[in-house]
């Protein structure tokens, strides 16, 4: 094809000096045309082209007789094509099923490949239930777990990173937002202050909790105070908790059926704070290895025993305060108590720990430390009905036991 040049007056009733109406406009070789541009003027109502700005990058002024209000435009009527894949496009329900049978690892690939996968894999049914357990975290990828449909997520032993911050602005729209977290292991993962708050403060239908080693300050527990529907609450080994705190906790958690508060230093005024808000409905509970000077005594067993006739399981472990009195408690109360737990109870008398024999709800009776090896056979023949230090660990409001592939019932492996 030729390349030819052109020049157009600047307005269509222009003339030229000699006045004839028909004078052939001869071409000119400063202009170029080309196959989908013209030059017209701005007051002509013709479609400006999306590559209009590339194109003014062309020098024009070759020519003086044309106006600077000209711009190359596209031709009205200039087909336009359609996208060639827009037929093909596949609805998002139909996507969320076929994601529904990846495995989290080829899902987290397919939401690489565009925008709709990463939408729909974003909130996928197959992330109900996550296993983070024991790998490396961010800050960032708590907020990204946080935004997801999870209902079971398992932290534990999680290997969080201390240095790396998200900025201000996604902490505090993590702050605001909200979770469907039902189920929460964080046990032994050794998170920050700042983690768990990105953690537990979006969540408002927590149903069993763990913060087990974890830092349990008056932030953290005014978190876990917002879950009034939390039925097991693990805070065994946990630093940091205040009487504020834990009245917090407690005051407001008052559907606990299981309690774990087993090693984390309470103090006597705290575990008062705890037994004065104890419920009936309570069926399980630690209390081993409170603080040796002034932790659990005498006084304080007999104060919740009045609350706790629903108590089937009751952990006095490593209290070296508790005494006999404890005993004569247990006998007189407790009417549904089938599993005790008095293991290094060493200011308890063994002649008195024999009367439990005859309790007649109770079944499993740990006394770990209490009974000389010489003797443990005559203490055996003794308590012949009970069933005695078979129970080396006690798994109250623990997510899981002997390493099960379930947290509360729930089965963490993907197949």
Known sequence: MSRFTARFPSTFEDKD???DENKTVFAD???PVFPCYNLYPRSSKLSVSGNSARLKSISLNDNNDIEEDTLPIRRIGARKRDN???KYQVPDEIVDVIFSNLRKRDLLSAMQVCQQFYAVGHLSRNWTTTDVMERPITELTL??????KIRVLRLAGAKPDPISRVNVRMFAACMLGTSRIEFLDLSRANLTVRQLLILLKPCRKLQCLSVEGNVLDDQVASCISDNKNLRELDISMTRGISINGARMIFQKCNN???LNA???GLSEPILRVVI???????RK?????????NGLNDELVDAFSAKADNITDLDLSDNGQLGDAVVATIMARFPKLTHLSLNRCYAMDPNIIVHLNIKPSLIYLNVHGCITDNNMKLFLQMCDRLKCNTQLFNFTAKPTSNNAPFIWGHNMLEY
């Open 276 to 282: 004065d808000n104890i419920t009936d409905k309570l």
């Open 17 to 19: 000096d000699s006045g």
């Open 285 to 293: 509970l630690n209390l081993s290895g409170s603080i040796r000077e």
């Open 262 to 264: 087993s090693w984390c």
């Open 143 to 148: 907020i990204t777990l946080m935004k997801r």
């Open 29 to 31: 070789e400063s202009i």
């Open 84 to 86: 060639p894949f827009k």
């Open 256 to 258: 606990l059926e299981q």
